[in-house]
């Protein structure tokens, strides 16, 4: 069994039908399994959950709800290099996303931190084998001018077992 730390962000109901309404042309991997999202730490295996979950609520203590906007789609190659992802990246609130994860990495997590690839913050949306086709439905999202606007007010702490998502805990700001 794997423990992560997610952030479902509070959506307006029209951005979050339009990120699902994508999601379902474009994200077959994942679309089933989890919502929209901010994964804030990445898969952990060889922990049991109440010391997952203690660390991460020692670490997330202080923590303030705080609001992002996303204006920009991008496209990362995950780190098994099979897959191309389009990602939702915010302008606004990146910091906040960069400072959380990192403070949740701090202690007890410092040794699963990934060194070899960068953390970008991102509501992931859409992923393909191909370079080409997630090149070209990002540029036309931001020819677009995409524009969602969300908030932060917590962490769910999820398993992920045999492709099931379930929160076994939550944490509010």
Known sequence: ???LAISYPELSPSDYQWIQNYREKH???YFSV???HITLVFTMNNIEQDDF???V???AYGFQAFEFAIKVATINQDDSGEYFHEFLVPDD???NIVKLHDKLYADEFASALRYDIDFIPH???GNSRDVKDSKLRVDELNAQNISVRGKVKGIDIV???HGVITTVDKILF
């Open 1 to 3: 069994m794997s423990y």
């Open 27 to 29: 994200d077959s991997r």
């Open 34 to 36: 989890v919502q929209p």
């Open 53 to 55: 979950v203690d660390e």
């Open 57 to 59: 609520k020692k670490q």
């Open 93 to 95: 609130g990146y910091s």
């Open 123 to 125: 509501i992931g949306i």
């Open 159 to 161: 398993t992920f077992e």
